[in-house]
Each structure stands twice: as structure tokens, then as C-alpha cells.
């Protein structure tokens, strides 16, 4: 079965920092480009970071800079630390992982986890 879960999300004040962790199990995870959307109210989900298998990362503009997208394939596990923190980063933050392979493409999502901005 298989499962992502994020955790770590929270309140937090402007310029503040929160580190969430994405723990994935029942496929291989060292196979997957893992991927953190957000999503705020009113607003379509959007890629925030990514990190293919050979661990290259790729940042939307608004958050380079202040995100740090990680993997630990060892433990299964993605990372996101996020730094310098505004109020428009208030979002539902979920984890993806993906697969493109011929005939075989992969997509996974974690149930969310709300990060607030606010003071």
C-alpha cells in the first residue's frame, strides 16, 4: 500500500522557519521524482520544488532562495525547509511523487499538511 505522509507543517510568524518531512512507503523510492505543491485557498495547487532521482532541484521563482528541497533514500524520506517565510506562503503543503516511464507513469500524493504565516 501505498502511503505518503507529511509532517511538520504549523504557525509560524513572518520570517520565521518550518521544516516539513515527507515519509513515503510501499514503492521504491529512489525510482521517484519527489515534488512539494501547495495549495491556498481560492488557489490552484502549484509545483513549489522538486528533486529528481539523481538529486537535481528545481524551485518555483518565488521561493528560491528561502526552500531547500531534500531526499534521504536511505530513510524513504523528503524534505522541505522553508526559511525567510511570508504571509503568501500560507498554503496546504503536499508531497508527489512521480514516475514517467513508457507505458508506466506513476503519480502519488500525500494527504497535505497547513502551513500558516501569520502574526
Known amino acids: 500500500q501505498v502511503q505518503l505522509v507529511e509532517s511538520g507543517g504549523g504557525l509560524v510568524q513572518p520570517g520565521g522557519s518550518l521544516g516539513l518531512s515527507c515519509a513515503a512507503s510501499?514503492?521504491?523510492?529512489?525510482?521517484?521524482?519527489m515534488n512539494w505543491y501547495r495549495q491556498a485557498p481560492g488557489k490552484e495547487r502549484e509545483l513549489v520544488a522538486g528533486?529528481?532521482?539523481?538529486?537535481?532541484?528545481n524551485y518555483r521563482d518565488s521561493v528560491k532562495g528561502r526552500f531547500t528541497i531534500s531526499r534521504d533514500n536511505a530513510k524513504n524520506t523528503v524534505y522541505l525547509q522553508m526559511n525567510s517565510l511570508k504571509p503568501e506562503d500560507t498554503a496546504v503543503y503536499f508531497c508527489?511523487?512521480?514516475?514517467?516511464?513508457?507505458?508506466?507513469?506513476?503519480?502519488?500524493w500525500g494527504q497535505g499538511t497547513q502551513v500558516t504565516v501569520s502574526s
Open positions: 508527489n511523487a512521480e514516475r514517467i516511464q513508457f507505458l508506466d507513469d506513476r503519480a502519488y
Open positions: 510501499g514503492f521504491t523510492f529512489s525510482s521517484f521524482a
Open positions: 528533486i529528481t532521482t539523481d538529486g537535481i532541484r
